[in-house]
């Protein structure tokens, strides 16, 4: 079946722009989170939708934000980007079915520089 | 909140040889589950190995296993034969699946291994 799909792999955006990031999860999956990696920070959570619900929220501030589709696809967006945004965003999809499905399986990423 | 804790930033192994990772977590969740995930230069993470925490039984996928203390909220990894398609780096990570699919992650140990 086909994995977790992000788009674009690669951005390159100027300090004050926004952004929008899309992820197509695994098909049936319901979940889709999105982390964001840093070589300083590493791996830190960004946020969690559900059946198009935010079910968490990371410890980001309010530039970044998201939503998910009916089709549980689902885009991140960041505002007014600053430098420190650069990263690798990752996005991960589950299913919550039952006690079996917690893995998370993730997309190759989308590489953002912020010049 | 809980924690992971990676405290080898980078290991090397002969290949062929046994190599061990380690993890140690913080949680007050008796329910949870933790996972190790791969991630080599082509920035995809894989999932290696899963371990529910009410299992007492440590996991095994292959070449990989686990020593899971919980008493001492240990997980560590163990790769046998090491091959040079190991080579990367390698998280661990924390769910507690009651409230989301949020992963926490370690800050990682980078693993080489030498031909």
């Known amino acids: 079946k086909a994995g977790v799909t992000q788009t674009p792999r690669y951005l390159i955006k100027t300090r004050g722009q926004q952004v929008t990031l899309s992820c197509s999860p695994i098909?049936?999956?319901?979940?889709v989170s999105w982390y964001q990696q840093t070589p300083g920070q590493g791996l830190q959570f960004l946020f969690e939708?559900?059946?198009?619900?935010?079910?968490n929220k990371g410890n980001f501030p309010g530039r970044f934000s998201g939503r998910q589709f009916s089709n549980s696809r689902s885009e991140m967006n960041v505002s007014t980007l600053e430098l420190g945004d650069s990263a690798l965003y990752l996005c991960?999809?589950?299913?919550?079915?039952?006690?079996?499905?917690?893995?998370?399986?993730f997309g190759q990423g989308t590489r953002l520089t912020v010049v | 909140a809980q924690t992971v804790t990676q405290s080898q930033p980078e290991m090397s192994v002969q290949e062929a040889e046994t190599v061990t990772l380690s993890c140690t977590y913080d949680?007050?969740?008796?329910?949870?589950?933790l996972f190790w995930y791969k991630q080599p230069p082509s920035r995809q993470m894989i999932l290696v190995i899963r371990?529910?925490?009410?299992?007492?039984q440590n996991a095994t996928e292959n070449r990989f296993s686990v020593n899971f203390q919980k008493a001492a909220k240990s997980f560590s990894l163990k790769i046998s034969d090491s091959q040079l398609g190991d080579t990367a780096m390698y998280f661990c990570?924390?769910?507690?699946?009651?409230?989301?699919?949020?992963?926490?992650f370690g800050k990682g140990t980078k693993l080489s291994v030498i031909p």
């Open positions: 371990q529910e925490a009410y299992k007492q």
């Open positions: 990570a924390f769910m507690n699946p009651s409230g989301s699919y949020q992963l926490t």
């Open positions: 949680t007050s969740e008796n329910n949870y589950y």
């Open positions: 098909s049936g999956h319901r979940s």
């Open positions: 991960a999809s589950s299913w919550k079915g039952s006690r079996q499905n917690t893995e998370a399986f």
């Open positions: 939708y559900f059946s198009e619900t935010q079910r």
